[in-house]
């Protein structure tokens, strides 16, 4: 009798894909006619399996997905936890603002932990702090200390959701998922360990299980492209700009210009933080020259 199934792949391992599913983890092999749609399920893809008598175990279809984000790339990713350094690298409010852009761009909900705050001096965390009450204001959890995200983080993981991680390299991404992953659920583990027979197998991306849902043990992606956002929709992404956008004059106000904008007008009496304008000018020039911008070189 063959039985089907669904399930979320959490890891690809010489040509098999793990599913979980209700009844456990099943080792699966995609169906020839992926291959011939060029059709990759990848880590996160909720995808419907086929079990039969002998045993063997198929992917037989990827169900839609809500997005495709990294390198490696993880499928249907929930909310991102971005990383940035207090130092080395420096703090900057314009990588800030680039990677949460384009997390909005993506519709993908970020936290932010600032890391590397053990080796930074007290006077530069005191204005990274000032600096991220902002953010926290205009809707985004901010962590500065490693304990409390990692009593937090499972309970803030909703059930069935995809978390990943970004931000700049050497920011310490990888430090943060090895201590993220000795939380990693004993079941799973075992189920792991049952299912890696060979020893010289690479793996890819895993999803490995946290709280109610899954952490990707990516350290993530340190670089975004934002030249494929239509420059007219940028003000879009930056959260509290859309939210005064409809105290605009116009209608698709690009709060340049334009007279009786709402946006500028916060921005003068200091209601939206100054540089926060000023990246999203940098942005649009960078959308406008469709390239990166020299800064970042
Ligand atoms: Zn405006």
Request: net charge positive.
């Amino acid at each position: 009798m063959i039985k089907q199934t669904e399930g979320i792949v959490i890891g690809l391992i010489a040509g098999f894909y793990d599913v979980k599913t209700v009844s456990g983890v099943v080792r699966t092999r995609a169906r020839g006619v992926f291959r011939k749609n060029k059709l990759k399920p990848t880590v996160g893809d909720h995808v419907r399996i086929q079990l039969d008598e002998q045993g063997t175990n198929y992917l037989v279809e990827v169900l839609p997905r809500s997005n495709l984000i990294g390198r490696p790339a993880v499928a249907n990713v929930d909310h991102v936890l971005l990383v940035i350094s207090a130092v080395e690298p420096d703090f900057s409010l314009q990588l800030l603002d680039r990677f949460l852009t384009f997390f909005s761009w993506q519709n993908v909900a970020v936290s932010i932990y600032l890391s590397k705050t053990d080796i930074a001096s007290n006077v530069q965390l005191e204005k990274m702090r000032q600096d991220l009450v902002y953010y926290e204001k205009i809707g985004y959890p901010i962590f500065d200390n490693w304990q409390k995200l990692a009593n937090e983080l499972p309970t803030m993981i909703a059930n069935g959701q995809i978390w990943t991680l970004a931000g700049q390299s050497g920011a310490g991404k990888s430090t943060l998922i090895n201590h993220l992953r000795q939380d990693l659920n004993q079941a799973t583990q075992a189920i792991s360990t049952s299912l890696n027979r060979g020893k010289h197998t690479t793996r890819t991306v895993q999803l490995f299980q946290l709280g109610q849902g899954f952490l990707a043990d990516t350290p993530g992606f340190s670089a975004i492209d934002l030249t494929p956002i239509k420059i007219n929709e940028l003000c879009e992404y930056l959260v509290e700009f859309k939210k005064a956008s409809v105290h605009c004059k116009f209608r698709g106000c690009q709060h340049l210009k334009e007279p009786q904008c709402a946006v500028k007008c916060l921005v003068e009496n200091e209601k939206i933080k100054r540089s926060r304008y000023d990246d999203y000018l940098l942005m649009r020039a960078e959308i406008a020259n469709g390239r990166l911008p020299e800064y970042l070189k």
